[in-house]
């Protein structure tokens, strides 16, 4: 028997080809779109954390911006205080700047459930964003802390390295394929964490707690790790973002952003593995078409997320998995 | 001692308009088990609507009509609350309260942007309203009188809504059903018609909240979501569901937040969240909720 759960090979058939287009999409279309996608995928890490607490272990946070946050802020601190700029340090200290923090909040956080784990979590999240906020000598305010473009591999892979190149060539290519492998290691971590009997307990937990604990779950320890893991998750994200961006500004901390990251993952469908990634990429298009087009984008995402919740409360890979099931037996 | 009178005052005031919108905020939850994200949207609508139609007949109306005219916004914040329930809502109470926080925030998300659209981006103000009244001096310092007209208000408003829920017959059906809906509605209650009276309520309170501090601060885009954050603080210290609490509440943030901006202004913010924090693991339901 595999220990390691192989995903079956029906599954292996989609994802092929997807990996196939992301990996040639580069010399097929314009740098901004490859930029645009890495966006989306980074959002997606941020989502598959964010997931493994709403679909695996049944907590909605409304805080998940503290980590993706922490991340950010962590890459910042690297280049402001210690004058770094390495990738794999930025990874590291976003990592670990966002799991610090979840081990913290999560001690807290993870002895409710429902509603009051929500709250709490939004409030604690408040915290970070009143302090980035309003500790300017130290975070820059509203004005943020800048992040150049890193140099990746260890210092082998700079933006001087190719004769010519300019920072958006740069992240349109080379800072494009080391998101994209991240984003597949991401992928494949979480497929086996959700797989493997950890992930089978916080299955368990989210559908009967007491039934759990009966077996012999220790729920606490359980729900604190997927916590842990998720904030790192989410944090890898931030820290994924923060070059691509340039930039960290308090925007990202406030709850309002926690609320994109649950919006992407519902989008997608959160009772489902890759509904998270695909609501997260989607999203993204979404709402820069919707800004790009309207002032009142605002008003587009909310119409969205109503029609949604209403209408395909299973998202876009649920109803689609369950409409060619339909189909399927029709045939 | 003149100064430490008016920090007192400043901190009723916000006490009072805090009280005000975490009061409806706690209502609906009470009743209805729903965290409207929109809440502090329903404020926003009340400040707007009141700040467009006082500064529409501005010109030449004696003030006492421009006054009167105050309270516009509550009502059209109710008004807003009376079709967003039966339409949005009630679809949703079967399902996981996932999916009640969600739909809420996409109604956050449209409600700031219609209020975009129909006012536009630039502020609005009715300072004209707060400047009439004038000033009372205390001691050798001044105070606005407006201010102390919105303590008033807030002060009438809590003994009003007490009133009502533990003096009234609605009252009465309000709390059975907060208590055991499924039991109300066996001993005949409209469940249905008690949730849009409770939602329309809260709603009224928002807007009102709204109205009666627009000619103090204006209305600006932006306005609802700062207030929900502090309403959120508000009922999470006073207990979800809880109007006791939700005026102790909104006591302590008024308090904090005031002395907080004169002698710690860079953590007042935090320190909000932290005591937030700090009840809800001493006591997750709130200090007068029930789990």
Known sequence: MNTLAAPPRRLLLFVAPVVLLLLVLPSLVEPYETVLLSYGLIFAIAALGFNLLLGYTGLLSFGHSAYFGMGAYGVAFIVKYLKITSMEVFLLGGILASTLVAALFGFLCVRYTRIFFGILTLALSQVLWSLAFKFFWITGGTDGLRVPTPSLLGGQVTMALGKGQDKMDFLAHRYYYYVLVIFCVSVAVMWVIVHSPFGKALQAIRDNETRAEFVGVQ???????????????????????????????????????????????????????????????????????????????????????VVLVLALPAGIVGTTSRLAGRLRRAA | MDTFVIHLLNALLYASVLFLIAGGLSLIYGVMRIVNLAH?????????????AVGRVLGGAPTVVLYALLPIGAVAAA?????????????????????????????????????????????????????????????????????????????????????????????????????????????????????????????????LAGAIIVPQQGAVLGMGVDALILAFVVVVIGGLGSLEGALLGALMVGVVREFGIAFFPEIELAVLYLMAAIVLLIRPAGLFGRA
């Open chain 2, 79 to 207: 008004a807003l609350g009376a079709v967003l329930e039966p339409t949005l809502l009630r679809p949703l109470y079967k399902r996981a309260e996932e999916y009640q926080l969600l739909i809420t925030f996409g109604l956050l998300l449209i409600l700031e942007d219609l209020l975009r659209f129909i006012w536009g981006p630039y502020p609005l103000s009715v300072s004209a309203l707060y400047e009439n009244p004038g000033s009372l001096s205390i001691g050798e310092s001044i105070y606005p009188t407006y201010n102390l007209a919105v303590i008033v208000v807030g002060g009438i408003a809590a003994a009003a809504l007490w009133a009502f829920v533990y003096k009234t017959k609605f009252g009465v059906i309000l709390r059975a059903t907060s208590q055991n809906k499924r039991m109300a509605s066996a001993l005949g209650v409209n469940v249905n018609r008690v949730y849009v009276q409770a939602f329309t309520l809260g709603c009224f309170m928002a807007g």
């Open chain 2, 40 to 52: 502090g949207n329903i404020y926003a609508v009340g400040a707007y609507t009141t700040a467009w």
């Open chain 1, 219 to 305: 729920v606490w320890h359980y729900r604190y790790v997927a916590f842990l893991v998720s904030g790192a998750y989410t944090g890898l994200a931030g820290a994924l973002w923060v070059p691509l961006n340039g930039l960290t500004t308090p925007d990202i901390l406030v709850w309002t952003f926690s609320g994109k990251i649950v919006f992407f993952t519902v989008l997608g469908g959160f009772q489902t593995f890759f509904g998270p990634i695909i609501g997260a990429v989607v999203f993204n298009y979404l709402e820069t078409y919707a800004v790009g087009h309207t002032v009142y984008w605002q008003l587009v995402l909310g119409v969205v997320l």
